[in-house]
């Protein structure tokens, strides 16, 4: 079986939006330290933040978030 | 009228956070102060006087006014903490500035209770070998030591402002949380091993048994502790 793990286009969508880590983490009342774990996947977010995160960056769940299979 | 800006509200979480600290100190005192009345009366015999007086046992004489005493204490405390005025939620960016000095305070004192307890296992394995080879009343007499490790498994498991409903919610940020459980995971199987040591040290060498057990309580603190400030460290740090 395949295994899955998350990937994300958090970085690249934040720097289209021209928001910084600090930026984006007072957007969506969560550290920065969060949001620097999920962009280098070191955190898989719950459905709660990624859902914040979307809504924040005016963007969709499936468009910053994707699964690799290896 | 003008909203209050971020540094604003945050000046006045810390002010009800001091205040909230100044309730913590006037209850520890008022105990202290207690125990200390508690002392004295013992040693007047007070108690067994009142009670040939009263015509009461001497354990209730004890004992009655210890539970009278704290049961209002904790109906003070329930006071305190469920008659308040709910509080709004705070501002995303609030409630980021929050977590952030949250982490920082709990980081710290979790940083200053390293050393210490290094400090405080490598004296007592000094204590128990040449004192205490065999003889576990004597590792057990160092109350101090069990103490201080029960205040850190408090102070790692709640944080410095449990009574802080802000404190709470900027300390079950998802991050924060996550870093708890992998270090709680760690400290469970620390645990487990110490365990495992304590019972094999007590079947096949009980003399060493008094210098194993601060050893084992240690690891089961130090590793977890360490492991928690290695990963937020980790997570501040680009990839």
Known sequence: MPERRLGNRLKEIRGTRGLTQTDLAALAGVSRKTINTVENSVFIPSTLLALALAQTLGTTVEELFYIIEE | MVEPSDDEILAQE?????????????SVLFWMAFALLLVVAFNYGIPQRVSRWAGL???????????????????????????NRARAPLRPSVQRKLVDIYTQRQRRILIAFIPLAAFLAFNQFNISRERAAG??????????????????????????GFLNSRFRSASADELNRALRGRAG?????????????????????????GRTIPFCMVLAFLVPAIYYVWCDWRAGRDA
């Not at chain 2, 576990?136 to 709640?158: I, R, S, W, Y």
Request: glycine share 4%.
């Open chain 2, 14 to 26: 810390r002010e009800r956070d001091r205040a909230l600290t100044r309730t913590k100190l006037w």
């Open chain 2, 185 to 209: 995971a760690l400290g469970y199987v620390c645990a487990m091993i110490a365990l495992g040591a304590v019972y094999l040290v007590y079947s096949f060498a009980p003399p060493d048994l």
């Open chain 2, 135 to 160: 003889d576990l009343a004597a590792v057990f007499a160092q109350g101090a030591f069990v103490f201080f490790m029960l205040m850190m498994a408090l102070m790692l498991v709640l944080g410095p």
């Open chain 2, 57 to 83: 046992p001497e354990a209730a004489v004890v004992w009655l006014p210890i539970i009278v005493l704290a049961l209002l204490w904790v109906l003070a405390l329930i006071y305190r903490l469920r008659m």
